[in-house]
């Protein structure tokens, strides 16, 4: 399978598939639609990475890999329908016996956003919250951009900050429009500069991304 060398680690699977479906990890009982995979992997390289199990099923049992492909539709994910390419290391366990688990390690691209390829010929990047990969909100995706360029703060970003500071939540961008009587545009650009700079962060919150300090 790829030259991959399948070691013993019994063990190890069942550390890991003892922690259940979180954050940064994903069981996957086999790979068949590269697209679905390429937003796994979108997810964790725009979080701080993750892994597949693959050859485990949702309940945590493990089956193995039953198709010798699965390693190949990962790496086409990973190379051609994510945007840039990912890259992603294969290791193979053998547990209980003769089954066999490979675990996919993608690690956090340090220039966000990755984008994946959806049927219909958009891209659209991903963002791992807890055991699901949500749809990143466009202002996420947006401060991903500006993070590799300096901010020129203003006077309207310490309002903003201050805003978003003593709401005793999470907020929406209208919220911050509204409060401090300017459009939504000029809070949206506020917003993901501050994030951008790591001053704002974006939490998922009751279904949908909103803006915390």
């Keep these: ?4 060398r399948a070691v013993r680690g019994a063990s190890l699977i069942h550390s890991l598939i003892a922690q259940g479906e979180h954050e940064h990890q994903d069981f996957k009982f086999a790979i068949s639609d590269a697209r679905k995979i390429a937003r796994s992997i979108s997810a964790f390289a725009n979080n701080d990475g993750g892994r597949l199990l693959i050859g485990v099923k949702d309940n945590g049992v493990v089956a193995g890999v039953r198709n010798e492909e699965d390693i190949y539709v990962v790496e086409q994910a990973a190379e051609r329908y994510c945007r840039p390419a990912v890259s992603v290391e294969f290791k193979g366990y053998k547990v209980d016996g003769t089954l066999l688990v490979i675990v996919a390690e993608i690690e956090a691209c340090p220039s966000r956003p990755v984008m994946a390829s959806e049927p219909d010929g958009s891209w659209r990047a991903y963002y791992r919250v807890a055991d699901e990969n949500i749809a990143a909100h466009p202002l996420m995706v947006e401060a991903w951009r500006r993070s590799s360029r300096p901010v020129a703060f203003e006077e309207l970003h310490g309002a903003v900050a201050a805003f978003v500071g003593g709401a005793g939540g999470p907020v929406e961008v209208r919220d911050i429009a509204l409060g401090l009587h300017i459009s939504t545009p000029r809070a ?11 001053l704002l962060r974006f939490v998922y919150h009751r279904g949908e991304f909103r803006i915390a300090d």
């Design 188 to 198: 949206e650009s506020a917003v993901a500069d501050l994030a951008a700079a790591g």
């Design 1 to 4: 399978m790829k030259d991959l």
